[in-house]
């Protein structure tokens, strides 16, 4: 069973698109602010919350494959954040992320699952179960959200590089 289209099918693709579009400008490399760092699993989780609380006729086992898809997705995530290079300033706050890929794939798998939940909902009859769905925006948002603390812990703890040039902006 799954319920029937509504505004919450809407903003969860919205919210995806959004996580996808802020997860590029990051995985394309360069120079962001610290806080950045943390927009992309903020909506990846709202993503994968609404997709767990538009699971009708939930158990506990459905509650836990969502819960262990979330710890398995941060524990890889984490991972992949400890090896990713990084160079922080502190003075400025900004840190200089790697060119990767990881993120950009997380981030469109979830528009591929929210637009399924879209898609079914539409319908009326669920491509897949809501469930799974559910699970895996879980395991993306894990994924997102343990990546992006790990490279911050990294980036606090880094030496000091000037990464912001004083010169050039004026």
Same mark, same amino acid.
């Given at each position: 069973?799954?319920?029937?289209?509504?505004?919450?099918?809407?903003?969860? %693709?919205?919210?995806?698109?959004?996580?996808?579009? =802020?997860? /590029?400008?990051?995985?394309?490399?360069?120079? $962001?602010?610290?806080?950045?760092?943390?927009?992309?699993?903020?909506?990846?989780?709202? $993503?994968?919350?609404?997709?767990?609380?538009?699971?009708?006729?939930? =158990?506990?086992?459905?509650?836990?494959?969502?819960?262990?898809?979330?710890?398995?997705? !941060?524990?890889?995530?984490?991972?992949? !954040?400890?090896?990713?290079? &990084?160079?922080?300033?502190?003075?400025? !706050?900004?840190?200089?992320?790697?060119?990767?890929?990881? /993120?950009?794939?997380?981030?469109?798998?979830? &528009?591929?699952?929210?637009?399924?939940?879209?898609?079914?909902?539409?319908?009326?009859?669920?491509?897949?179960?809501?469930?799974?769905?559910?699970?895996?925006?879980?395991?993306?948002? !894990? @994924?997102?959200?343990?990546?992006?603390?790990?490279?911050?812990?990294?980036? %606090?703890?880094?030496?000091?590089?000037?990464? @912001?040039?004083?010169?050039?902006?004026?």
């Amino acid at each position: 069973m799954i319920a029937p289209l509504s505004l919450s099918n809407i903003v969860t %693709v919205a919210a995806a698109i959004f996580c996808l579009w =802020t997860i /590029g400008s990051q995985s394309s490399g360069g120079v $962001v602010k610290l806080w950045r760092l943390a927009i992309p699993p903020c909506l990846a989780g709202l $993503v994968a919350l609404v997709l767990l609380a538009g699971v009708f006729n939930a =158990t506990i086992s459905h509650d836990a494959e969502w819960a262990l898809s979330a710890i398995l997705g !941060g524990l890889i995530g984490r991972t992949r !954040g400890w090896l990713m290079s &990084v160079e922080s300033d502190q003075k400025w !706050g900004l840190i200089r992320v790697p060119r990767a890929v990881d /993120g950009l794939a997380a981030g469109f798998a979830l &528009v591929v699952l929210a637009m399924t939940d879209f898609t079914g909902a539409a319908l009326e009859d669920p491509v897949i179960e809501p469930q799974h769905v559910a699970a895996a925006a879980a395991f993306c948002a !894990g @994924y997102l959200g343990l990546r992006a603390l790990a490279m911050t812990m990294r980036a %606090v703890r880094a030496p000091h590089v000037e990464l @912001y040039d004083t010169e050039s902006a004026r």
